[in-house]
């Protein structure tokens, strides 16, 4: 990943509704009988909105834990990094997505596909566990905010 800047998240209410439905990846079902309530995807997805930054990944190394290339990435430096979670890193200045390992005092950064080998930390090396990942998702497509008039 490459080293930019972070820029902190713009946190507006969004609401959608929550259906109370499973959707069929089949044959269509009409729920829209079916609305539960509005859900606030902020107020799902945020823990911390002033310490939480987003991100794009590049590369495959994490898409044993369901993140790939071109996903977004929240980020919460407020939580505290712990062994087992998926962490931003800045491995000697460089940002990285990887799983911490962190067992007394033997650190790794693991990546969740096997083509990508553990990263242990040698003397010399800086690390710095910028934010834990809280979330990631990935856009297929992104509709244009202007609607369609009727004709």
Do not use: C
């Amino acid at each position: 990943m490459e080293s930019r800047p972070p820029l902190p998240l713009p946190i507006n209410s969004v609401t959608v509704a929550l259906f109370d439905y499973a959707v069929q990846a089949g044959f269509p079902s009409p729920a829209a009988d079916h609305v539960q309530k509005r859900i606030d995807l902020a107020e799902l997805l945020i823990i911390n909105p002033d310490a939480t930054f987003h991100f794009r990944v590049a590369g495959e190394s994490m898409r044993g834990a369901g993140i790939y290339d071109g996903d977004v990435i929240l980020v919460d430096k407020s939580v505290d990094p712990a062994h087992g979670l998926i962490v931003l890193a800045a491995l000697d200045g460089e940002f990285t997505v990887k799983r911490l390992f962190k067992r007394g005092r033997v650190i790794k950064l693991l990546s969740e596909n096997t083509d990508f080998p553990p990263i242990e930390m040698q003397d010399g090396q800086e690390l710095l566990i910028w934010g834990v990942v809280t979330a990631s998702f990935r856009i297929h497509f992104k509709p244009s905010k202007k609607r369609n008039a009727k004709a």
